[in-house]
C-alpha cells in the first residue's frame, strides 16, 4: 500500500467511552502535516465486571464501519483501566527474550494473580541493570480487537497502553529528571515515579475524584524506596477540557494537556489528548 494513499485512524477505548479520530495527512513544504478530521464520540451502554473492556469494544465494532473502511491504519490506545503495570526487578543470567517474557509473567502473578496468566506481556526497553516497566493486557481483548478491524478492511498498526504514548509526549520535557507522573481518567489514576528520567515506581487505581490525587501523593512518597523524593507532578487529563490543578503544599504541579490553541476544532467535548497528531 503506498504511504501517499492509505489513511489514518487513531482510537481511544476505555469503559464509558470510545475515541475515534480519522486523521487527514496532507504534504506541506515542512513535511507531511496531520490533522484531525470529523472526530467521532461513542458514549459505552452497559457494564461488564468479569470483562470491564467487553462494552466498549462492543462500542467500537458498531461504530467502525460508519467511521473508517479499507486503505486506513489503524492506531488504537487503551484506558489504563484496561492495562495492568509492573516494574520487573533487573535478573542477570536470563538467557533469551522468552526467559525474559516467563520472569515477567511471574511477577504479574505475584501482583495480579492467576488472571495474569491469560494476559499478554510487553516489556518496555530500559537501562541495564535497572528495572523495567512492563504491561499487560487481556489476551481476548486484543484477540476481540484484532477481528473488529479485519472485518471492514482496516490494519490495526499497533495497540497502546495509555501510559507509554503519554510518557513519550512528556520524555523530552523531563530531560531526565526525577519526578511524579499522573494520568487521570474517570474514575482512574496511574501514577509513576521517575527518577532520572526511567520508572521507579507505578501504581494504578480506581478513584472518585482528581482531588484525591494530593492525598495519594502523600502516600505514596512516604512508602518510596529511596530518598529524596521528587516535588513536581506532571498530571495529564484524559480530556483537555480538565485543567484544574491540585495544590499541596511543597509541592509543584505542571499540566501535560494543551492550551486551548492547539487543541483541534470541533472537538465538541474534548478528545483524547496523548492521540493528537504530530
Not at 499478554?120 to 489476551?139: F, I, M, N, T
Request: hydrophobic share 40%.
Amino acid at each position: 500500500m503506498s504511504p501517499w494513499l492509505h489513511k489514518e485512524l487513531r482510537v481511544f477505548l476505555c469503559p464509558e467511552r470510545v475515541t475515534l479520530l480519522p486523521v487527514r495527512r496532507a504534504l506541506t513544504l515542512r513535511g507531511i502535516r496531520r490533522t484531525i478530521d470529523d472526530p467521532q464520540f461513542v458514549f459505552v451502554e452497559g457494564t461488564n465486571a468479569a470483562q470491564p473492556w467487553r462494552p466498549a469494544l462492543l462500542a467500537l465494532e458498531t461504530a467502525l464501519p460508519a467511521v473508517a473502511s479499507g486503505r486506513t491504519a489503524a492506531t488504537v490506545v487503551l484506558s489504563n483501566q484496561f492495562v495492568g503495570y509492573t516494574l520487573v526487578p533487573w535478573q542477570a543470567g536470563l538467557a533469551d527474550s522468552q526467559e525474559d517474557l516467563s520472569y515477567a509473567r511471574h511477577c504479574f502473578t505475584k501482583v495480579y494473580g492467576k488472571a495474569a496468566q491469560q494476559w499478554e506481556l510487553r516489556l518496555c526497553h530500559q537501562a541495564p541493570e535497572k528495572p523495567r516497566l512492563a504491561s499487560g493486557v487481556d489476551a481476548e481483548l486484543l484477540d476481540g480487537l484484532r477481528s473488529v478491524f479485519v472485518r471492514p478492511g482496516i490494519a490495526l498498526r499497533s495497540v497502546q497502553p495509555h501510559l507509554m504514548p503519554a510518557f513519550n509526549e512528556v520524555r523530552r520535557r523531563l530531560r531526565q529528571r526525577s519526578a511524579w507522573f499522573a494520568l487521570l481518567e474517570p474514575g482512574h489514576l496511574c501514577l509513576a515515579l521517575l527518577r532520572n528520567g526511567l520508572f521507579s515506581r507505578v501504581r494504578s487505581q480506581r478513584i472518585d475524584s482528581s482531588e484525591e490525587l494530593p492525598r495519594i501523593l502523600e502516600r505514596e512518597a512516604f512508602l518510596a524506596d529511596e530518598p529524596p523524593v521528587p516535588k513536581d507532578v506532571y498530571v495529564g487529563h484524559l480530556y483537555p477540557g480538565d485543567r484544574v490543578l491540585p495544590e499541596l503544599d511543597g509541592w509543584q504541579f505542571h499540566s501535560l494537556n494543551p492550551a486551548p490553541a492547539d487543541s483541534p476544532p470541533s472537538t465538541e467535548g474534548g478528545h483524547f489528548v496523548m492521540t493528537r497528531p504530530g
